[in-house]
């Protein structure tokens, strides 16, 4: 069956502090790959998206995201984090074959420490 | 107004209510999505509406009722709620079924 993981439910990393936020994908075919993030009380919002072609991804706010074929990975990173990164972080796959199938992993909540 | 909106921002209502909550994107977008979102729990889908017609319903239980009169608004209507039903309702657009998405800032719901 399809499925997303987010194997790290919290995550706790000191303000200036490197980030790395782990997605793992099962599909049998390379799908479309997107990171969105989600403040308390808001909706999420975009941070970037793997269509195709280079497998390294520049997104907003400084996060960037590696797709790793070998691997089914899409690792989110940014290399100094700040208090206002503090969000939960979701990762969401959606099929580019057959009928529609958008699915999100269940989030990764990220505490920044001052 | 820009983006995604939804309305009302928060509800309270009883099991027996029957109310609406209402999505407007002004992306120009071809595609919308309701989403539930409870605590501890992964983000469910539960309906796609692409070039206004419905082509995904994730099991969702008969008492939520979608509506989408056009490409811009959304609607769902809720009867006889449960109070496990209690959840922020997100809504979304995006243009085509397999692009990213634009969501609003939910709605976030009681039932008593």
């Known amino acids: 069956a399809q499925s997303v993981t987010q194997p790290d439910i919290h995550i706790t990393v000191s303000e200036g502090a490197s980030l790395e936020l782990r997605c793992n994908y099962s599909?049998?075919?390379?799908?479309?790959l997107f990171w969105y993030v989600q403040s308390p009380g808001q909706g999420l919002q975009l941070l970037l998206k793997?269509?195709?072609?280079?497998?390294l991804v520049q997104g907003i706010k400084g996060f960037e995201a590696e797709f790793k074929r070998s691997q089914s990975s899409f690792n989110l990173r940014k290399p100094s984090v700040h208090w206002s990164d503090a969000a939960e972080y979701f990762c969401a796959v959606v099929s580019t074959s057959g009928t529609y199938k958008y699915i999100f992993g269940t989030g990764t909540r990220l505490k920044v420490l001052a | 107004e820009t983006g995604v909106t939804q309305t009302p921002r928060h509800l309270v209502m009883g099991m027996t209510n029957k109310k609406s909550l209402k999505c407007e994107q002004h992306l120009g977008h071809n595609a919308m999505y309701w989403y539930k979102q409870s605590a501890k729990k992964p983000l469910e889908l539960m309906f796609v509406?692409?070039?206004?017609?419905?082509?995904e319903n994730n099991s969702v239980p008969s008492r939520f009722s979608p509506e989408c009169p056009n490409s811009s608004h959304l609607f769902l209507h809720l009867h006889t709620l449960q109070p496990e039903d209690s959840a922020l309702y997100l809504c979304a657009s995006s243009q085509g079924v397999d692009s990213e998405q634009y969501f609003g800032p939910g709605t976030r719901l009681t039932v008593t």
């Open positions: 793997y269509f195709s072609g280079d497998t």
């Open positions: 599909y049998g075919a390379t799908p479309y």
């Open positions: 509406y692409s070039l206004e017609e419905r082509v």
